[in-house]
């Protein structure tokens, strides 16, 4: 795996910045991860989980792509929403990784604006950061 993160603890989100390149074998550890983040929210009591791929690389395939947007749906925790902020060329036209996800049950909306993400979250506004 050879994407790094930044983790920022808001006051009612965690913000997780990805960078890097996305190699398929990042697939083996993203239950983990996502595991991790979710852990950290319930932790700090935060309701909302925003992941920043704009500085991401994929090299996933498709199948690689469902298997982590179902990976992250299987851990997700009661009560925390998702957001992921990616650049438009990175979002495919049938939003297929939010699919995946929301298909089984995941809060999960995919934006293009950070600040959009955040208002969707609840992360914006007088006591956010």
Not at 10 to 17: E, N
Not at 108 to 126: I, Q, V
């Amino acid at each position: 795996m050879t994407v790094s993160s930044e983790l920022i603890v808001g006051p009612r989100c965690l913000t997780v910045r990805l960078s890097g390149v996305m190699e398929p074998s990042f697939v083996r550890g993203a239950e983990r991860m996502f595991r991790e983040h979710f852990e950290a929210c319930a932790r700090q009591g935060l309701a909302g989980l925003l992941y920043d791929v704009r500085g991401v690389e994929s090299r996933l395939g498709t199948l690689d792509v469902y298997e982590v947007a179902k990976s992250l749906a299987s851990v997700q925790a009661v009560g925390i929403r998702i957001a992921i902020v990616a650049r438009p060329e990175q979002l495919s036209p049938e939003r297929f990784f939010e699919q995946v996800a929301l298909n089984r049950g995941a809060p999960l909306k995919l934006f293009t604006r950070e600040h959009e993400a955040m208002e969707w979250l609840g992360c914006s506004g007088p006591t956010a950061g």
